[in-house]
């Protein structure tokens, strides 16, 4: 269930170069002029400046008038952002962002869903109950579009439960690794185990057992990452 590169002029010379610098093709200390951008990219000179000022945004060029547009070393890069760790998975890079995403989620999620039993709502549990058993259902069924949709609105919902927002801030990378495992699934399919434990995990919230809510989320983790 791979997902379409950008259609737009832009989104796809973003996807060019930023693939470009996170694969390597383009290695840090690499200066690029807009002509060789638009070399490269295929595309119009207003495109490439626009995908540049992104990049930039993002941490992977830095641009200094006269002088082009400097790759950054991957300590500079904002780790955060949906499209980096995509283009990260899609990279040679791939088995130390996976690790590296993994480590970030065991940080991270079990207190998640430990504050998500203690702070959640009725309302909250209500719509966790019932996206536990639309995930159980997919399952089911086996059918991974509904499956990841289910799977992304959980983990979506069990931070907004947990009402921090710094926590918050790491869903993204979150989503993009739940992503990336249903486009990884196995001939097998969806494990019906995997779906379970979210039931489980859905129950312990609304049970407001955060003990139990965040051992958990760190087998889910661990089965998952």
């Given amino acids: 269930m791979s997902r379409a590169p950008g259609t737009s002029a832009f989104e796809r010379t973003l996807d060019r170069i930023g693939t470009d610098i996170v694969d390597g093709g383009l290695p840090a200390g690499t200066v690029c002029t807009v002509d060789e951008l638009v070399d490269r990219s295929g595309h119009s000179r207003s495109v490439v400046r626009e ?35 995509r283009w990260a998975l899609a990279s040679g890079r791939r ?67 947990a009402a921090n927002p710094i926590l918050d801030r790491v869903g993204d990378a979150v989503d993009e690794a739940l992503r990336d495992r249903v486009d990884q699934l196995p001939g097998d399919g969806i494990d019906h185990h995997d779906a ?30």
Avoid: C, N, Y
């Fill in 51 to 85: 995908a540049t000022r992104v990049l930039s945004g993002m941490g992977l060029l830095a641009s200094k008038a006269h002088v082009g547009h400097t790759v950054q070393p991957s300590s500079s890069w904002d780790w955060l952002q949906p499209r980096v760790l």
């Fill in 95 to 161: 088995e130390s962002t996976l690790l590296a995403i993994r480590e970030l989620r065991t940080a991270t999620e079990p207190e998640s869903a430990r504050l998500a039993a203690e702070r959640r709502s009725d309302d909250d549990a209500r719509e966790l109950r019932v996206t536990s058993e639309a995930l159980r259902a997919a399952a089911v069924r086996q059918d991974p579009i509904a499956f990841l949709e289910a799977d992304l609105l959980l983990h979506r919902l069990i931070r907004r439960a």
């Fill in 196 to 225: 379970a434990l979210h039931t489980d995990l859905a129950s312990a919230i609304e049970a407001q057992d955060g003990e139990r809510a965040a051992a958990t989320m760190r087998v889910i983790i661990l089965r998952t990452a």
